[in-house]
């Protein structure tokens, strides 16, 4: 089979946002930034869960879940 | 970069996006409607989001000390290799998206699921569901601007840059849970 004869020696790790790299492999250069773009995600969750606990408590839940799914995915 | 390959990386990106996104949002949907089935309980599972968020905070402050339930599997790679990126976007993020078939490292993930089968409304479900798909998949869609690349190995200086960034992880997951966990309160005494 054709993909059998392919060097996949190269990291892919779509969890880790590997499939992302792989693909933009050649993108322009930027400074290293997760630990940054980290804080600014948990503070908008945090600003979205005090807007959104007005509305109704449980969709608290809502930006929660998406800094849990930030968390799972950086930080596997 | 020749714009050819950038659209392939923004198509396949977005492939991932929304096939994740299909996923949780059915699996979100499903776990609301489990509970429906446990309607009769729900005075008793209430306490669940608040005990369980406060037990697995204890365990990551390293407190106590028990193993994730999970699947100890990636999904598959090779399928870039196989399918190519487009149609192998699409399978990852079909396979990812659905929550339980690959790794959780993060117990945040069962608090929510705690919670969706506690709602017994699978609107809602697929509303959290979806939401926690999108900051899993929001990592790939930042992932060149987070990376510097010169050499070719983006994804080997992403992977260390995470893995130095562990404890910020961690301590922002611990203070995830005690927010899941005074929700939770409020939400038991109010009985959802």
Known sequence: MKWMTKNYSQPIAPETGGMAVELAAALPAKPAGLQRATWMFALLCLLLAASLARMELRYELLPLAGLFGWIQTGGL | MKWPRKRLWIEAVFIYTVSGLASALAVGWLLGRTGTLLVQFKSVLVWIVPLGAVIFAARDTGWIFFPVPERKVQTESIWFHQFGPLQAAAMWGLHIGLGFFTRITYMGFWVLVAALVITGDSRFGALVMGCYWLGRALPAWV??????????????????????????????????????????????????
């Open chain 2, 143 to 192: 992932a060149p601007v987070l990376t510097v690349h010169d050499d070719g190995k983006a994804g080997l200086r992403m992977m260390a840059d995470a893995t130095e960034q562990r404890v910020l992880f961690r301590r922002l997951h611990l203070a995830g849970l005690l927010c899941s966990a005074l929700v939770g309160i409020f939400l038991a005494l109010g009985s959802w």
